[in-house]
């Protein structure tokens, strides 16, 4: 893949505050790149943040887990913690409200997990002593 391919996606990925419709192409294209990028990705940590929110926010969820899941693991001297956990205690609220609370529960026993020290663990582990209870 060219460097101008590279590049191009990246500004497509990086749109700030995008409407439906352009996550819906954000969606598309990050598919496609994540499929075909050679020899592999190549975005700053903050493009990935804003897509995950981006995602979550209109309602891909398990594109915006995916990306959470390989932000977490990356990011190796917690400079994004607050954020992702953040991001994880938005999606473990989302599926709560769909009362999916397997998927919930896992969400939220992850950022336990991955982020303890956290504000939105301490949140998290609130949640998750509600849903045992219910």
């Known amino acids: 893949m060219s460097e101008e391919y590279h590049h191009i996606v990246e500004k497509i990925l990086s749109f700030k505050d995008p409407s439906k419709a352009t996550v819906i192409v954000m969606n598309y294209v990050f598919k496609h790149y994540t499929r075909k990028a050679q020899p592999s990705i190549r975005f700053e940590f903050e493009v990935f943040i804003g897509l995950l929110k981006s995602f979550r926010k209109y309602g891909?969820?398990?594109e915006a887990?995916?990306?959470l899941k390989v932000l977490t693991k990356y990011d190796l001297h917690g400079k994004f913690s607050e954020i992702l956990a953040h991001e994880q205690l938005l999606l473990a609220r989302h599926?709560?409200?769909k009362n999916d609370k397997l998927h919930a529960d896992r969400l939220l026993s992850t950022l336990i997990e991955a982020f303890p020290h956290t504000e939105s663990a301490i949140q998290a582990?609130?949640?998750l002593e509600n849903i045992s209870l219910r």
Do not use: V
């Open 60 to 62: 891909y969820n398990d």
């Open 65 to 67: 887990i995916q990306i």
């Open 95 to 97: 599926y709560l409200l």
């Open 125 to 127: 582990k609130n949640r």
